[in-house]
C-alpha cells in the first residue's frame, strides 16, 4: 500500500507534534484532546492528512497546548504540504482565541521581524490582521525597507491600524 504523508519531517512530523502536544497538555494540566489526522484509503493509497488541521480545531476551543503550538507552527519557516493554508488557518483561529500577554508578544515579534526582513509570503496578510486585532504600537514595527510592494503595503495597512487606535 502506498503512502502519503502530509505532515512534516523532523519537529513537524505527526509524531512529533503529538508528543509535544501531550507534554504541553501534561504540563499545563488539561484535559488530552484527540489530535490523530483524518486519514484515508483507496485504491492501495493510504492518505494521512496534516495533524496540525487539528490542532487549529484545538486553538478555536480555547486548548492552551494547541495554541502553544500553533504560536510555534507561526514561527516555523520551513515550507509544509499545505503551508500557506495550514499558516493562514492557524493564524486566523489564534486571531479568535485568548492570548496570554506573553504570546501576543512572541506573536508581534514574529510577524514584525517578517515584515522587517520583506518576508510577506501569502499567510502573512492572515498574520497582519492577528497582530492588529491583538494590538501593537508603532514602534513595534521597526524600520521597514520599501523592498516590494507588498511589503509597503503591509507597512501602511499596520500603520493605519496603529494611528485607527486599532
Given amino acids: 500500500m502506498e503512502l502519503i504523508d502530509y505532515n512534516g519531517n523532523g519537529r513537524w512530523s505527526r509524531q512529533s507534534i503529538l ?5 504541553y497538555a501534561n504540563g499545563l494540566k488539561i484535559p488530552h484532546r484527540d489530535l490523530s ?3 484515508h484509503e483507496k485504491r ?29 507552527f507561526i514561527e516555523e519557516d520551513t515550507k509544509f504540504p499545505f503551508g500557506k493554508i495550514l499558516k493562514s488557518n492557524t493564524a486566523r483561529a489564534l486571531r479568535r482565541t ?41 514602534q513595534d ?15 501602511s495597512y499596520l500603520l493605519d491600524a496603529v494611528k485607527a487606535g486599532t
Avoid: N
Fill in 98 to 138: 485568548r492570548l496570554t500577554a506573553s504570546q501576543k508578544q512572541q506573536i508581534r515579534c514574529r510577524v514584525f521581524k517578517m515584515l522587517r526582513s520583506g518576508i510577506v509570503p501569502h499567510e502573512f496578510q492572515q498574520y497582519a490582521k492577528l497582530v492588529k486585532k491583538i494590538g501593537f504600537e508603532v
Fill in 37 to 39: 489526522p483524518r486519514e
Fill in 141 to 155: 514595527i521597526g524600520e521597514v525597507p520599501g523592498t516590494s510592494e507588498r511589503v509597503t503595503r503591509f507597512r
Fill in 19 to 23: 508528543d509535544r502536544y501531550a507534554r
Fill in 44 to 72: 492501495g493509497r493510504h492518505w494521512v492528512y496534516p495533524v496540525m488541521d487539528r490542532v487549529i480545531e484545538g486553538i478555536e476551543e480555547d486548548d492552551a497546548a494547541c495554541i502553544r503550538i500553533g504560536i510555534e
